[in-house]
């Protein structure tokens, strides 16, 4: 079946640094993916989605791009802040299915 | 702010009871999802309703179950309750309920505590 495999977490980072989260599916056709985020106390919000291969989702700063060949979907920001201390979750949604499947969560801490 | 509602915020019970939570969606969206959130098993679908009718099932047990009204909101019933059963209990909605890049909007959650 589908599934969402995220890297583990926590990763921690200096404020400014580079991040990277991996994400890779498994899926048969062309499911949609997403990135959710949760901060603290909150439920989950959509960060950033993209809809087929080398589209590039993006969104206060967030990137991803849907990466077909490598079934990939990795987080990507240039420089973070400490308000960006979350857990954000990588998900699909196939085609003809109902169900959106969320990886595991991966939990960041940006230190000042 | 989501739009979504979720009502307790918290709910502290014991072992064997039976408890009912809450979901208002978006106005407008038909479509109601429930998640369960755990430290152990992260998260995962419940079920699903779709303006009214039950449209998908995840890992739910069967001492759990749910409905959406005629009004759209849903309820969520977890019965005979267990320590395990303690976790985040997410409620979503969207617009749509099948396939799709559309997105879902997420409530804050009912903290439930089983003693």
């Known amino acids: 079946g589908d599934s969402v495999t995220q890297m583990e977490g926590p990763v921690t980072l200096s404020e400014e640094a580079f991040l990277t989260i991996n994400c890779t599916y498994t899926?048969?056709?062309?499911?949609?993916l997403f990135w959710y985020v949760q901060y603290p106390g909150e439920g989950l919000q959509l960060l950033l989605k993209a809809t087929k291969a080398d589209d590039k989702g993006s969104n206060k700063g967030f990137e991803a791009t849907y990466r077909k060949e490598t079934t990939s979907f990795h987080l990507e920001k240039g420089s973070v802040q400490v308000s960006d201390s979350a857990v954000y979750f990588c998900a699909l949604r196939n085609t003809g299915g109902f169900k959106t499947i969320f990886g595991a969560g991966t939990r960041l801490f940006v230190k000042a | 702010d989501s739009g979504v509602t979720q009502t307790p915020k918290h709910l502290i019970t014991a072992t064997g009871q039976r408890v009912t939570l809450r979901c208002s969606p978006r106005?407008?969206?038909?479509?109601v999802y429930w998640y369960q959130q755990s430290l152990d098993q992260g998260l995962q679908f419940l079920i699903q309703?779709?303006?009214?009718?039950?449209?998908a099932k995840g890992n739910i047990l069967e001492r759990f179950s749910a409905q959406q009204f005629p009004d759209l909101h849903s309820e969520l019933n977890l019965s005979s309750l267990e320590l395990g059963d303690s976790a985040l209990y997410f409620c979503a909605s969207s617009a749509q309920g099948g396939q799709g890049s559309y997105e879902q909007y997420f409530g804050p959650g009912t903290r439930l505590t089983v003693t």
């Open positions: 309703y779709y303006n009214g009718e039950e449209r």
């Open positions: 899926a048969t056709g062309y499911p949609s």
């Open positions: 106005s407008g969206d038909l479509s």
